[in-house]
T-cell receptor, first 111, second 113 residues
C-alpha cells in the first residue's frame, strides 16, 4: 500500500532556531517527492520538488534532502521565523497525476 | 502567469441542501484539473480529476459530483449535503513541466450543520 508518513505530528520551536521535519514513504513506482507549506485556511504552496536522482534541493531557508535507497526525506528550516508557522506536507508522486499525501507536520514558531 | 481561483472562500450550509463550488484557472489552456478534500488532521484526498471538457474521473465513491463545462472551469457539486461533507476543498491544476507539478487554489472551507 502506498503510504507517506511524517514526523513529528507537531513541533514548537523558538524563533531563530533550526528544525528538521521527516518523511518516510512506501510508494512505488516513485516519480518525485515534494514538500508543500500550507498556512492555516490556505492552499498548499510548493517549496521543493526532487526526482530520484536529486539528493538535496534548497529554497531560501528551506533545504530538502532525499535518500531514495532508504525512502526517506527531510525538510530542514534554518533560522526560523514566525511566518514559518504552518503545516508542512510531504507528497510523493507515483507517476503522472497520482500523488500520495502525508498528513503533515504542524510547526509553530514561538517568539 | 498561471493563476487559480476558488469561490466561495467559506460556506456554511444545512444538511440536505445543495452545493456548488467553483474553480477557474487563468493563463493556461486545457489544464488537468483536480478536486481534493482535506478533513481536519488528515491528508489531502483526491476526489475528482479532469483531463478535458466533460471528462471527469472519480477517485472515491461519495455524495459529490464534478463537472467541467468549460476548458478552465471545474465545478464540485452535491444535490444533498451530508454532515460528513464538511471539510476544506482544494482545487488544483497541473503545470506541464519536467516535474508535472500541481498548483493549488486558495481553498473553500465548507461547514455542514
Amino acid at each position: 500500500k502506498n503510504q507517506v508518513e511524517q514526523s513529528p505530528q507537531s513541533l514548537i520551536i523558538l524563533e531563530g532556531k533550526n528544525c528538521t521535519l521527516q518523511c518516510n514513504y512506501t510508494v512505488s513506482p516513485f516519480s518525485n517527492l515534494r514538500w508543500y507549506k500550507q498556512d492555516t485556511g490556505r492552499g498548499p504552496v510548493s517549496l521543493t520538488i526532487m526526482t530520484f536522482s536529486e539528493n538535496t534541493k534548497s529554497n531560501g531557508r528551506y533545504t530538502a534532502t532525499l535518500d531514495a535507497d532508504t525512502k526517506q526525506s527531510s525538510l530542514h528550516i534554518t533560522a526560523s521565523q514566525l511566518s514559518d508557522s504552518a503545516s508542512y506536507i510531504c507528497v510523493v508522486s507515483t507517476g503522472f497525476q497520482k500523488l500520495v499525501f502525508g498528513t503533515g507536520t504542524r510547526l509553530l514558531v514561538s517568539p | 502567469s498561471q493563476t487559480i481561483h476558488q469561490w466561495p472562500a467559506t460556506l456554511v450550509q444545512p444538511v440536505g441542501s445543495p452545493l456548488s463550488l467553483e474553480c477557474t484557472v487563468e493563463g493556461t489552456s486545457n489544464p488537468n484539473l483536480y478536486w481534493y478534500r482535506q478533513a481536519a488532521g488528515r491528508g489531502l484526498q483526491l476526489l475528482f480529476y479532469s483531463v478535458g471538457i466533460g471528462q471527469i474521473s472519480s477517485e472515491v465513491p461519495q455524495n459529490l459530483s464534478a463537472s467541467r463545462p468549460q476548458d478552465r472551469q471545474f465545478i464540485l457539486s452535491s444535490k444533498k449535503l451530508l454532515l460528513s461533507d464538511s471539510g476544506f476543498y482544494l482545487c488544483a491544476f497541473l503545470r506541464q513541466s519536467s516535474y508535472n507539478e500541481q498548483f493549488f487554489g486558495p481553498g473553500t472551507r465548507l461547514t455542514v450543520l
